[in-house]
């Protein structure tokens, strides 16, 4: 169980990628960015629970479709169980007086548990779950450059007005690619901390001021090796003479196809029926 604790590579699905040879690999990456954007909006909009539990087998679905394991949405989701654990009691204790309706459960004060506070919960558990899925699935099956390409490509129309479109792309796609970086270096410090005698994963999940705590010692050598990775990364943009702002060509002309339009039809159709349809429940 302690050494669980220490696998947080393996809980990091945003920022690597998966080769399968999958439809949706074969994608072009800007319909692909398009019409995943357009899904999660759809699920976030989504209030009820028969619609949330389709998008929840939807977004199975595009594990299946993509050829990449279930467990690998999973992984995701785990890290994630404290933040869903404190929004769902969050939500529970103080969104009944916003969201009137339903049966009151309980009342005391200012605190109002109704039938509507407990859906709210139950749907938005599902919903960051869901949307969890579906971007562990973007991420898995398209590449760091062809994000980057992607983006770009979607935010070129914002040059017009002089918007910094490459430079964004280029932190975003940055920024994504860091994550399993800094999961990794995270759980080597880990590891050279409890062999200096630290506590981790002795104490409870649940507890988590106490779990909060135990990961101040290595706050700052991350942060030190964060910069440490800036500066290699800024020398190595340098030594292939990047100019920001510099026009540029691309090596790779994405071309998009008509089994490309016909994903993102499919797509649309499917959140536009997800967000409009109205669900009895």
């Not at 994903?263 to 959140?271: H, K, M, R």
Request: proline share 5%; net charge positive; with cysteine.
């Amino acid at each position: 169980m302690v050494a669980a604790e220490f696998e947080l590579s393996r809980n990091i699905t945003i920022g690597q990628y998966v080769p399968t040879g999958s439809i949706i690999h074969r994608v072009d990456p800007r319909i692909k960015v398009l019409a995943f954007t357009i899904i999660v909006l759809a699920i976030a909009l989504n209030t009820s629970y028969i619609g949330n539990a389709m998008g929840l087998l939807f977004s199975i679905y595009l594990f299946w479709l993509s050829k990449i394991p279930i467990s690998y949405g999973l992984s995701g989701v785990k890290p994630a169980i404290p933040f869903i654990i404190i929004l769902a009691v969050l939500q529970l204790l103080f969104q009944g007086s916003i969201f009137s309706g339903g049966k009151t459960y309980f009342e005391f004060g200012f605190i109002l548990i109704t039938g509507e506070s407990i859906r709210l919960v139950i749907v938005s558990a599902v919903r960051f779950i869901e949307i969890i899925f579906v971007s562990s699935v973007l991420t898995l099956s398209t590449s760091t450059t062809e994000l980057t390409h992607a983006i770009q490509s979607l935010l070129s129309p914002l040059k017009k007005v002089k918007f910094p479109v490459h430079e964004f792309s280029l932190v975003i796609t940055i920024a994504i690619r860091f994550v399993p970086t800094f999961a990794i270096e995270m759980e080597k410090m880990m590891k050279a901390q409890a062999s200096r005698g630290a506590e981790f994963g002795t104490g409870e999940w649940w507890r988590i001021i106490k779990r909060t705590k135990e990961m101040f010692p290595i706050i700052i050598p991350l942060f030190n090796v964060a910069m440490h990775r800036a500066e290699d990364l800024i020398l190595a943009m340098e030594s292939r003479c990047y100019i920001p702002g510099g026009t540029r060509t691309a090596y790779t002309v994405y071309e998009v196809k008509r089994k490309d339009f016909l994903i993102l039809g499919a797509g649309t159709v499917f959140a536009v029926f997800l967000f409009a349809f109205p669900f009895p429940i």
